[in-house]
């Protein structure tokens, strides 16, 4: 009975320092999350503005520029997943993998071939094992993600979209990532980033001006050479824009994963310490047991010699 009090006492101590390593990781993800926040109300204003001021260029003017214009029969399309480079997140990256699973039945039922890149380990760890072709990673930063990262991001998928799909080049680009709703509340989403959606992009422009009518304008050198120029900032900042909702949503999903272990482990803290409990019990009173017995028979024993 003494070897079963001390398996229980053995795990309530084992439990009791795994409760103390998940409430530390809720704090850390609660005090990173408010951070990720800040960043992504930051980033907001920057990435409409530049969504405006791309719609103004591509519908004030007539030119065919590649990257806001429909391919005829498009064959080709690069999707970005951008899932986490850590677990512990419940189902973060189950939830945007499957997002991006379901993206990619629906392209390639469209009859195109799709290209994967990635960001996050969980997402190359997912395609690596089911030997899945890969045509760009990145890792390493999506806890706090940089400009700097968005814009490596940018630069092959940009340069995939200008070339001809007969070089390598795609028709079009989409983005799967986690938006970060509310600390409860992430929502994995699938996005076409290129080419450009005039009629989605001025719904977007014109709430965000509250229904101010986008107005014309006359370009210099010429409305091409504007829109080489912003379209590259505005696939950057979009990729940001994703990369720190997904950052936000991760440690909101780590923070109530954290707490969830933590109350679980608190829960069977109290079960084991009853279990424990109920074992000491039966000890001492199989002891007493001994103990009457033994002086029963001793009783026994010296009425008897006499």
Do not use: C
């Not at 990256?93 to 469209?110: C, G, Y």
């Not at 009859?111 to 395609?127: L, T």
Request: net charge neutral; glycine share 6%; aromatic share 6%.
């Amino acid at each position: 009975m003494g070897a079963k009090l001390r398996v229980y006492k053995r795990r309530i101590r084992s439990v009791t320092a795994t409760k103390k390593i998940t409430r530390a990781m809720e704090m850390i993800a609660a005090s990173r999350v408010v951070k990720a926040q800040r960043k992504v109300a930051a980033s907001t204003p920057y990435a409409s503005e530049l969504t405006r001021a791309v719609t103004a260029v591509a519908t004030g003017s007539n030119t065919q520029h590649p990257l806001t214009t429909e391919a005829e029969n498009p064959t080709r399309a690069a999707l970005l997943l951008v899932t986490s480079d850590r677990g512990l997140a419940g189902g973060y990256s189950a939830n945007v993998i499957k997002a991006a699973e379901q993206l990619t039945e629906r392209l390639k039922a469209e009859g195109k071939e799709v290209d994967v890149y990635i960001v996050g380990r969980k997402g190359v760890s997912y395609y690596s094992f089911r030997e899945r072709t890969i045509v760009e990673s990145w890792t390493g930063f999506t806890d706090s993600p940089a400009y700097g990262d968005a814009k490596a991001i940018a630069a092959p998928l940009i340069e995939a979209v200008q070339k001809d799909t007969a070089e390598g080049g795609v028709d079009e680009l989409h983005i799967v990532y986690t938006e970060f709703v509310s600390m409860m509340t992430q929502t994995a989403l699938d996005d076409r980033l290129l080419p450009l959606s005039l009629d989605k992009a001025v719904a977007e422009s014109e709430a965000s001006v509250k229904g101010e009518i986008l107005p014309l304008f006359d370009f210099e050198p010429s409305a091409e050479d504007v829109l080489d120029a912003l379209l590259p900032r505005y696939v950057e900042s979009r990729i940001y824009n994703a990369l720190l909702q997904a950052a936000a949503s991760k440690h909101a999903a780590t923070r109530r994963a954290m707490k969830s272990a933590t109350d679980n482990a608190e829960e069977l803290i109290k079960s084991l310490s009853r279990l424990a409990n109920e074992a000491r019990q039966a000890e001492i009173t199989q002891e007493i047991s001994e103990i009457v017995g033994g002086a029963s028979a001793l009783a026994d024993a010296t009425a008897g010699s006499d």
